[in-house]
C-alpha cells in the first residue's frame, strides 16, 4: 500500500479531516460542559449522541488519514450523526458553547456527505 501525505490527499479531504478532528474535540469539550451544567444539558440521550458523535468522527477522521477504501461509509455515518447532534444541540436554547458545538458539527457533516458522494 503506497504511503499518502496531506500533499497527495485532495484538498476537500483535508479540509473534512480536519473539520472531523475539530468536531471530535469540540464535542468532548461540550459533554464536559453539558455534564457540569446538568438538567436536560446531561440527559443521557443528549450525552450519548455527543460521545458517539465524537466517536464517528476520529473514526472518520482515521479512515482517511489511513487512505481506507471505506471512508466514503464512514463518511456518510458521520454526516448522519453530526447532522442529529447539531439539531440536539441547537434544541438548548441560545447557549453559546451549544451554537459552537452546532456550527462544528453542521461543518462537518457537510464536508463528510460531500466525500460519501464523492467515492
Known sequence: MTHHSAADRPQAMN?????CVQCH??????????????GAHAAPEH?????????IC????DAMLRGSSVH?????????????CAADCESMGDDAQMKRCADICRRCAESCAAMAAAA
Open 25 to 38: 474535540a469540540i464535542c468532548l469539550e461540550t459533554i464536559n460542559y453539558c455534564l457540569t451544567k446538568g
Open 15 to 19: 479540509d473534512c479531516i480536519d473539520n
Open 58 to 61: 476520529a473514526t472518520s477522521a
Open 72 to 84: 466514503n461509509v464512514i463518511c456518510g455515518a458521520c454526516a448522519e450523526i453530526c447532522r442529529q
Open 47 to 55: 450525552i450519548s449522541l455527543m460521545a458517539t458523535c465524537a466517536d
